[in-house]
């Protein structure tokens, strides 16, 4: 396909736009998707009205493309440093800032006007959340601990679907809670992971990580018991949350999951890390979801 026709690959609107959600990495969205879905269902334990479930896709789909455009533009001259990342589309000029930024405004934009199309308590806390889906690109930086801004960011999904339902901060919204602080653990974890690959390029630029301040060995046995942990807490939002046998089936599903990718990494300093572990742990959000999914079909069978 010629340049600019408008394929992929092109110069035109298509190409640029294709070349975007790739930088971003849209399809991750997947991600936390299915627990934000898993927080919508929660306080009516059925699917509520499509205008509702359409503004909480919207949502998510603003907010996450807000934060990766900002973590881009943020980070390109580190990118561009780190022979891992130098191929990205902003540092190696296939894109511009400009792309990202209007980018960014256009998703702050759509995630706003979904809060303010759903709930008055959404819009109210929607300042905050976007500090936070902001500003854990900037944590690393400063802190180690900068993993767990991402957890944090993803693990309000199922809080901010449930407020986005009930329009409260109720018991659902708390029973989210549980479930979001499991999934803060889940995402800090294979974040850490995901960190081994940059240990050397983070190191020679003064950048922190957990693998650069414990090295990979210990970096991997910390991500472990992190997943650990986030599957306790997943469990104990099973209890708050009334969930039957088909959650814990579900649940049980993705820690064997989570099990047998670990098994995979060698916990030594030159281990590699496999590309499947950073994508396939999609596979536990859906596991989970579908868990409760079906605990709801049975419910109403």
Not at 14 to 19: I, N, S, Y
Not at 83 to 93: C, F, I, Q, V, Y
Not at 181 to 198: E, I, K, R, S
Request: positive net charge; charged residues 15%.
């Amino acid at each position: 396909m010629a340049a600019g026709s408008g394929g992929a690959g092109g110069s035109g609107i298509l190409g640029v736009a294709g070349r975007f959600l790739e930088a971003v990495k849209f399809a991750h969205t997947l991600f936390a998707l299915p627990f934000a879905l898993l927080g919508m269902l929660l306080p009516l334990r059925r699917i509520p009205e499509t205008r509702t479930v359409l503004w909480i896709l919207a949502a998510m789909v603003g907010a996450r493309t807000a934060a990766m455009a900002f973590n881009r533009l943020a980070d390109r001259r580190f990118d561009a440093r780190n022979p891992r990342t130098a191929s990205r589309a902003l540092p190696a000029g296939s894109l511009s800032a400009g792309v990202f930024a209007a980018a960014l405004a256009l998703s702050v934009g759509l995630f706003l006007l979904a809060c303010r199309q759903l709930q008055p308590l959404c819009l109210l806390l929607a300042g905050p959340t976007l500090v936070v889906l902001l500003g854990y690109s900037l944590l690393k930086r400063f802190t180690a601990l900068a993993h767990f801004g991402l957890g944090l960011a993803l693990g309000l999904a199922p809080v901010g679907a449930s407020v986005a339902v009930t329009g409260a901060l109720d018991g659902s919204a708390g029973a989210a809670a549980v479930l979001g602080g499991g999934v803060l653990l889940w995402v800090a974890g294979f974040d850490v992971v995901y960190a081994c690959q940059d240990l050397e390029a983070d190191r020679a630029l003064g950048l922190h990580s957990v693998p650069a301040a414990l090295g990979k060995r210990r970096a991997i046995l910390l991500a472990r018991g992190l997943h650990a942990g986030g599957l306790l807490l997943m469990a104990l939002f099973g209890g708050a949350a009334g969930a039957g046998a088909a959650y814990y089936a579900g649940l049980l599903a993705a820690g064997a999951f989570l099990a047998r990718e670990h098994a995979g990494l060698r916990a030594a300093e030159d281990a590699e890390i496999p590309p499947r572990f950073l994508d396939a742990n999609m596979a536990v959000s859906i596991l989970v979801f579908a868990g409760f999914a079906a605990d709801l079909w049975i419910g109403a069978a």
